[in-house]
């Protein structure tokens, strides 16, 4: 199974147009990969909160989704679009992730659960998503999370305990915590012993410089490729069946006391 990371650089110095026209270039040239993960609020910018609003849009047809469906059926790909700002009907604002399969078809959305900002910015602009979610590709379960989502484990413990074996978590972190980031994504992967795909983006925006460093992490946490801190795509060969291998060598989940639903007792 072959990833491509594309870790983007979003500054305020590019159209949110002209940038969506350039990363659709870019999924396009990913033909022959099996999964392409995409950043955080690519489009407008995780940290650019004065214009969230401005550049809402649906989550199944507005003009990313519309842009990134086609760029996915070009390059004959599943496509994790990264996320935008959703208005939904209610005109409430969401940090919305999208899922594409080869067809340019939406699989899957995700509203971000835990928003950043504690009393300013998405905390406060956003609302909150309620549900886990995950995919099915042809030989992985992808889990979905978004950025602030890494620091809360009991979330990845649900997506686990859902079935997941890959874990997808596309992020606008700031490089002022660049340490936590790659900390963090190391440590979901090994405590879940599944493979983790984090992807960040680049450049400045909203005046927060970008961590940058894009990685995928192995079930026994092994960094497999790491990107640095400029634009960058990021491609690895998986081996889906390492996730079962590793569970199975060192069954760690099975002995799990506290918080496991009763029918997977034993099971992990």
């Not at 990913?30 to 550049?55: I, K, S, T």
């Not at 999208?98 to 078809?105: E, H, M």
């Not at 859902?162 to 997808?168: I, M, N, Q, S």
């Not at 081996?239 to 997977?264: I, M, N, S, W, Y």
């Amino acid at each position: 199974m072959r990833a491509s990371l594309l870790q983007i650089d979003v500054n305020p110095h590019e159209s949110v147009g002209s940038r969506r026209e350039r990363v659709a270039g870019l999924v396009r040239e990913q033909a022959g990969a099996d999964l392409v993960v995409l950043p955080e609020l690519w489009p407008v910018g995780a940290f650019a909160y004065e214009d969230f609003d401005a550049n809402s849009e649906p989550a199944e047809d507005g003009p990313t989704a519309r842009a990134m469906g086609a760029a996915a059926t070009a390059a004959r790909v599943w496509l994790h679009a990264g996320s935008v700002v959703e208005r939904a009907g209610d005109g409430t604002l969401y940090n919305t992730s999208l899922v594409f399969g080869p067809d340019g078809a939406l699989r899957r959305t995700y509203r971000k659960i835990h928003r950043f900002g504690f009393d300013k910015g998405e905390a406060v602009m956003m609302g909150g998503g309620d549900e886990i979610a995950t995919v099915e590709l042809p030989d992985a379960v992808a889990g979905l999370a978004t950025c602030y989502d890494l620091r809360f484990p009991e979330m990845f413990r649900q997506l686990t305990d859902a079935g997941a074996t890959l874990l997808v978590v596309p992020a606008g972190w700031p490089a002022r915590r660049r340490a936590h980031w790659t900390l963090l994504a190391r440590a979901r992967a090994v405590e879940n012993q599944a493979y983790v795909l984090a992807c960040c983006s680049a450049g400045t925006h909203g005046g927060v410089e970008q961590a940058g460093h894009s990685q995928v992490v192995d079930p026994w946490g092994e960094v497999l490729a790491e990107a640095g801190e400029a634009e960058q795509v990021l491609s690895v060969e998986l081996d889906p069946g390492k996730v079962a291998e590793t569970r199975e060598q060192f069954p760690v989940l099975r002995d799990r006391v506290l918080g496991l639903p009763e029918p997977l007792r034993g099971r992990l």
